[in-house]
Nanobody
Framework: QVQLVESGGGLVQPGGSLRLSCAHS????????IGWFRQAPGKEREGVSC????????HYADSVKGRFTISRDNAKRTVYLQMNSLKPEDTAVYYC?????????????????????WGQGTQVTVSS
């Protein structure tokens, strides 16, 4: 069955870094890409970044561009999100999701994608 498992969250001071991992299984990457989303308390879930499984093309929300980097290791079936220069407003539960291939795009500075399976999430807290 389809599984996505996030790890790597934690508590970090402003300006610090974290690397999240998303281990995925149960589906072929021929038809799907992987994306990262986040949801802060009291806010709607928002797209953060996504990466094409074959070409490696990536997209970022304006709010994280230049600070976050998404990467993939298809052999390990893992997608990473390197988060640098973290800010308190980055505090959220971060989820990875399976997305229909090529569905991810940036619209008005935000990520849009057709996602159908989600992991359980990992908490990221940025605080001094």
């Amino acid at each position: 069955q389809v599984q996505l498992v996030e790890s790597g969250g934690g508590l970090v001071q402003p300006g610090g870094s974290l690397r999240l991992s998303c281990a995925h299984s149960g589906f072929t990457l021929d038809y799907y890409d992987i994306g990262w989303f986040r949801q802060a308390p009291g806010k709607e879930r928002e797209g953060v970044s996504c990466i094409n499984s074959s070409a490696g093309i990536s997209h970022y929300a304006d709010s994280v561009k230049g600070r976050f980097t998404i990467s993939r290791d298809n052999a390990k079936r893992t997608v990473y999100l390197q988060m640098n220069s973290l800010k308190p407003e980055d505090t959220a539960v971060y989820y990875c999701a399976r997305q229909t291939k090529w569905s991810c795009m940036v619209v008005g500075g935000t990520i849009r994608a057709r996602a159908d399976y989600w992991g359980q999430g990992t908490q990221v807290t940025v605080s001094s």
